[in-house]
């Protein structure tokens, strides 16, 4: 199974900008797609960003549209989300996850997956 390790939140300022890493373990990385759920305090779970194994197409919220980047480096066995003009309701825990190897998904927020990280909190201030 897939480890995974988030970094990179903190606290910044409205109209800033930070970049999450998400450093996977194993050998099945370039064959998985990874995605970015984020959880806002007294909100449920919610999909921000993915991207294939296969095609590198990526997919997005519509609430991060514009403003997040989701990559991936496959040599480095990492995902990474650029959060740009960065608002206080992007403050969340923010998650990355492994779908399953060579799994071809029809709905990025829906899964399966097979692992997640720990979260890394990201606060936004006004």
């Known amino acids: 199974q897939v480890q995974l390790v988030e970094s990179g939140g903190g606290l910044v300022q409205a109209g800033g900008s930070l970049r999450l890493s998400c450093a996977a373990s194993?050998?099945?990385?370039?064959?998985?797609?990874m995605v970015w759920f984020r959880q806002g305090p007294g909100k449920d779970r919610e999909f921000v960003a993915a991207?294939?194994?296969?095609?590198?197409?990526?997919f997005y919220a519509d609430f991060v549209k514009g403003r997040f980047t989701i990559s991936r480096d496959n040599a480095k066995n990492t995902v990474y989300l650029q959060m740009s003009s960065l608002k206080p309701e992007d403050t969340a825990v923010y998650y990355c996850?492994?779908?399953?190897?060579?799994?071809?998904?029809?709905?990025?927020?829906?899964?399966?997956?097979?692992?997640w990280g720990q979260g890394t909190q990201v606060t936004v201030s006004s």
């Open positions: 996850a492994a779908g399953r190897s060579g799994y071809s998904y029809v709905r990025y927020d829906q899964g399966p997956f097979e692992s």
């Open positions: 194993g050998r099945t990385f370039s064959s998985r797609a």
């Open positions: 991207m294939g194994w296969s095609s590198g197409r990526t």
